[in-house]
């Protein structure tokens, strides 16, 4: 199973990121693919998730309105555009997947992460 996120770097606050994931070594549109970040110290969170179809997203409360989840099954490709990006999101975001497409995080496998970094 291979998920590799990229596309991170350093950003203003108020400015705009895209984030893809390039997914190998398993049935891609059999699984739920999402995004969590990660602070040193700190909590993992969910960020998005979006169904096996594409039809169907979902996504953490300090995220929601903001950033948004799609995907390309032909491509094996997820994306996360982040807008009006805030200080409070930086951090490592990881590309992930889950079987099961409920509104929760449920991953069980991912990647090396990309590093998000907004300036204030």
């Known amino acids: 199973v291979q998920l590799q996120a990229s596309g991170g770097g350093l950003v203003q606050s108020g400015g705009s990121l895209r984030l893809s994931c390039a997914a190998s070594?398993?049935?891609?549109?059999?699984?739920?693919i999402g995004w969590f970040r990660q602070v040193p110290g700190k909590q993992r969170e969910g960020v998005a998730c979006?169904?096996?179809?594409?039809?169907?997203?979902y996504y953490g409360d300090s995220v929601r309105g903001r950033f948004s989840i799609s995907r390309d099954n032909a491509k094996n490709m997820v994306y996360l555009q982040m807008n009006s990006l805030k200080p409070d999101d930086t951090a490592v975001y990881y590309c992930?997947?889950?079987?099961?497409?409920?509104?929760?995080?449920?991953?069980?496998?991912w990647g090396q992460g990309t590093l998000v970094t907004v300036s204030s």
């Open positions: 979006i169904n096996k179809s594409g039809n169907d997203t």
């Open positions: 992930a997947r889950q079987k099961e497409w409920r509104h929760m995080f449920l991953f069980d496998s």
């Open positions: 070594g398993f049935p891609f549109d059999d699984y739920v």
